[in-house]
């Protein structure tokens, strides 16, 4: 679905720009460094419990699982950018695709929910954080809805590497809000993979406009060409109608060409 021409310079730029971001990414999550103040705010939600429960199950995760997990979730999203693009053409009604879409997610997660956690004890909701990230869930559905609409119209307008290359964006974005709500620290790894991604991301954009340009340049001519096939078309001599009823006819004529 995308042309990378490599021996143009907005192709060159996609590829390039798509592994720089990827990079930036890696970098972000593999490379710590020396840590950068830049703010402090001194607010952590969950007063450092979240940094004692990856302690204490480090030795016990399976890493392997998990990798594997978390390619098989990049795959299936890259997927469905793909399979949206194609529906769009046919059904392009993004409200009611949205819908559907969470409401089998709704579904599938509360069906994924019992059967993994089955001590009922664990649904009691209080006065702490899970009531908060209960709320904060509910407003996630609404915020879902909105996303996953948006991002459907974007993949029907300008394709579905346009709305991916901005995903690296997330890490960034995670990585500040742990940084203010978590009391998390930054690092030279942070900032770095911060750069990287946001010059990946401006240089697959730079190429996608002016791909985008190219395109509606062409466009005109092409137009134009039409025009002139229609004009031709047209354009066609008549004998001189002799009577009333030959200049009707000829008139019925035109009326069922246009």
Known sequence: MEKLNLRKKEGLAK?????????????????????????????????????????????????????????????????????????????PCQYSSTAVTCIMGAVQGVAISICVERDWNQWKL?????????????????????VVTVMAWCVRMRGPLYVSIFSPLMLLLVAIAGSLCLDEKLHLGSVVGAVLIV????????????????????TPSESQGQLDQLKDIAVVTTPKPQNETEIQDINNKSISII
């Open 15 to 91: 590829v390039v720009g798509t592994l720089v971001g990827i990079g930036g990414a890696m970098v972000l999550t593999f490379y710590k460094g020396f840590e950068i103040n830049i703010w402090t705010t001194h607010v952590d939600l969950l007063h450092g419990q979240h940094v004692a429960h990856l302690h204490q199950d480090a030795h016990s995760q399976n890493f392997l699982l998990g990798s594997l997990l978390a390619f098989a979730s990049c795959l299936s999203y890259s997927f469905w950018l793909i399979l949206q693009t194609k529906m769009t053409k046919i059904y």
């Open 126 to 146: 209080g006065w702490n954080i899970r009531l908060l990230t209960v709320a904060f869930a509910v407003q996630g559905i609404v915020g879902s809805g909105a």
């Open 199 to 218: 010059g990946g991301l401006y240089m697959v954009l730079w190429g996608k406009s002016k791909e985008m340009n190219k395109c509606l340049q062409l």
